[in-house]
Antibody, heavy 121, light 108 residues
Framework: EVQLVESGGDLVQPGGSLRLSCGAS????????MSWVRQVPGKGLEWVSR????????SYADSVKGRFTISRDDSKNTLFLQMNSLRAEDTAVYYC??????????????WGQGTLVTVSS | DIVLTQSPGTLSLSPGDRATLSCRAS???????LAWYQQKPGQAPRLLIY???TRATGVPDRFSGSGSGTDFTLSISRLEPEDFAVYFC?????????FGQGTKLEIK
């Protein structure tokens, strides 16, 4: 059974940093591109970042470019999102999601349960 | 960025009814690269449809998708109690990948 489990969400002050993790199991992690998607509670979804199956390429939404870094450790079946210079508008539930096919398109066929990031003083 | 506008915002129907949800794009969606997701309270989104009309693994055949260009539709032929949820469309033809604001399907 495919499972994605996020962790690392917390309350952090504006300007602070946080590192999210997403542990994967039930599939060959190194064969799939992965993305992070966030959702303000009760609101819509926003794609944040993606990484190729081997970590060789990444891309970001303009809203996080230069502040967030996506990475992966295939030896540990884990996806990461390093979040720096956090702002109030980054407050959201962060989901990791597996790409159904390739890296160039994002079709999220499996999602984690999400981890809540709250940016507030 | 491609903006997706979903309508209606809320749809009130009864079990057994047919539901029709709309998603309109601000620009033509490349190759009909349009997906639909279902989300229930406290849960992650679940992939229903991709490529505008291809059902994801395990999705019942009462769910169907159609459309091309800028206009797409998700239809649910006979609503079951578990179908009442929020539905999002998403385009994946152009980065950044964008989502609609959602349609809430509620029990009448």
């Amino acid at each position: 059974e495919v499972q994605l489990v996020e962790s690392g969400g917390d309350l952090v002050q504006p300007g602070g940093s946080l590192r999210l993790s997403c542990g994967a199991s039930g599939f060959t992690f190194s064969h799939h591109a992965m993305s992070w998607v966030r959702q303000v509670p009760g609101k819509g979804l926003e794609w944040v970042s993606r990484v190729t199956y081997d970590g060789g390429q990444t891309s970001y939404a303009d809203s996080v470019k230069g502040r967030f870094t996506i990475s992966r450790d295939d030896s540990k079946n884990t996806l990461f999102l390093q979040m720096n210079s956090l702002r109030a508008e980054d407050t959201a539930v962060y989901y990791c999601a597996r790409h159904l096919i390739g890296w160039h398109v994002f079709i999220g066929d499996y999602w984690g349960q999400g981890t809540l990031v709250t940016v507030s003083s | 960025d491609i903006v997706l506008t979903q309508s209606p915002g809320t749809l009130s129907l009864s079990p057994g009814d047919r539901a029709t949800l709309s998603c309109r794009a601000s620009l033509s969606v490349t190759n009909a690269y349009l997906a639909w997701y279902q989300q229930k309270p406290g849960q992650a989104p679940r992939l229903l449809i991709y490529g505008a009309s291809t059902r994801a693994t395990g999705v019942p055949d009462r769910f169907s998708g159609s459309g091309s260009g800028t206009d797409f539709t998700l239809s649910i032929s006979r609503l079951e109690p578990e179908d009442f949820a929020v539905y999002f469309c998403q385009q994946y033809g152009n980065s950044p990948f964008t989502f609609g604001q959602g349609t809430k399907l509620e029990i009448k």
